[in-house]
């Protein structure tokens, strides 16, 4: 069983920054592919970045392209997501997912069989 737990949400306001961090317990992720999702009041949750178990491949969605980071510290069993310049669309609560069975990046929350219970972040014009 992997359990993980993220943290670092807040209330900020536009163009602040937030760097988000997923603990994980259970078992060692460092072969597996992580990914950050989030779900906004009323939408359905959407992908925001992955990275692969070794952290040398990474995508983001468009909307966040340039101003989001994703990486990793694999001996601390660790996932981050930098958010930069930060936005009021990007109010949601943001959600840590873990895909167990492969070290692959994906981007459909399918692939994922763990996730966190979520941390809110909310961005005021």
């Known amino acids: 069983q992997v359990q993980l737990v993220e943290s670092g949400g807040g209330l900020v306001q536009a163009g602040d920054s937030l760097r988000l961090s997923c603990a994980a317990s259970?078992?060692?992720?460092?072969?597996?592919?992580m990914a950050w999702f989030r779900q906004a009041p009323g939408k359905e949750r959407e992908f925001v970045a992955t990275?692969?178990?070794?952290?040398?491949?990474?995508f983001y969605a468009d909307s966040v392209k340039d101003r989001f980071t994703i990486s990793r510290i694999n001996t601390k069993n660790t996932v981050y997501l930098q958010m930069n310049s930060l936005k009021p669309e990007d109010t949601a609560v943001y959600y840590c997912?873990?895909?167990?069975?492969?070290?692959?990046?994906?981007?459909?929350?399918?692939?994922?069989?763990?996730w966190g219970q979520g941390t809110q972040v909310t961005v005021s014009s």
């Open positions: 990275i692969s178990s070794n952290g040398d491949s990474t």
């Open positions: 259970g078992r060692t992720l460092s072969a597996v592919a």
């Open positions: 997912a873990a895909r167990l069975w492969s070290p692959a990046i994906a981007t459909t929350s399918r692939h994922y069989e763990y």
